[in-house]
């Protein structure tokens, strides 16, 4: 069990590029205690620069297993989304990280079959790297569909106070 003091270096050590901007995403708030579960840390970074479309700082979680001292996901919340731009925005972000996931799920398969490891370890890690492909595509599809509704967004801005939509579409 690592101390609190360990899990902060490895979070310090560990402080990923925005995934916007590429700079270094600042270590988190120090009034925020990393989140220990067990074997496992979750810490929140931000970067100084970006903001997401409802204008709070761009943020990464990033999970670490203190056993091991790696950091081993990296995901965003779904607590920013409030309307059309952050549920595309975050569709978008989800797409990209389950794309991502495929070719490093590729990797970790070539890599255990390189060192002579087969059945169903491999089996599962393909498996799993077939569901994030579908993930990914999911997610583009999500994210497709969203970017329709710009559509309705753009004729509500431009004729306001044009009704309802039964008004609009009754006849
Ligand atoms: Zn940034």
């Not at 409030?82 to 569709?91: E, P, R, S, V």
């Not at 990914?136 to 309802?164: H, I, K, N």
């Amino acid at each position: 069990m690592a101390t609190i003091a360990e899990v902060r270096a490895l979070i310090a050590q560990h402080a990923p590029n925005c995934p916007e901007c590429n700079e270094p995403m600042r270590a988190p708030d120090p009034d925020i205690e990393p989140v220990v579960t067990g074997n496992t840390a979750r810490a929140r970074y931000v970067c100084a620069q970006c903001r997401t479309p409802s204008g709070q700082p761009r943020r990464e979680f990033v999970t670490f297993d203190t056993q091991t001292r790696s950091a081993h996901a990296v995901f965003v919340g779904t607590g920013e989304v409030t309307g059309l731009a952050t549920a595309k925005w975050y569709a978008e972000r989800m797409a990209t990280d389950m794309t991502s996931q495929v070719s490093r799920t590729e990797m970790f398969v070539a890599f255990l079959t390189t060192v002579g490891v087969t059945g169903r370890a491999v089996e599962a890690a393909a498996r799993a790297q077939e569901l994030s492909a579908a993930a990914g595509e999911a997610w583009l599809a999500a994210s497709a569909a969203l970017r329709r509704q710009d559509t309705v967004r753009e004729a509500y801005v431009a004729v306001p106070g044009a009704g309802t939509k039964q008004f609009v579409t009754s006849e």
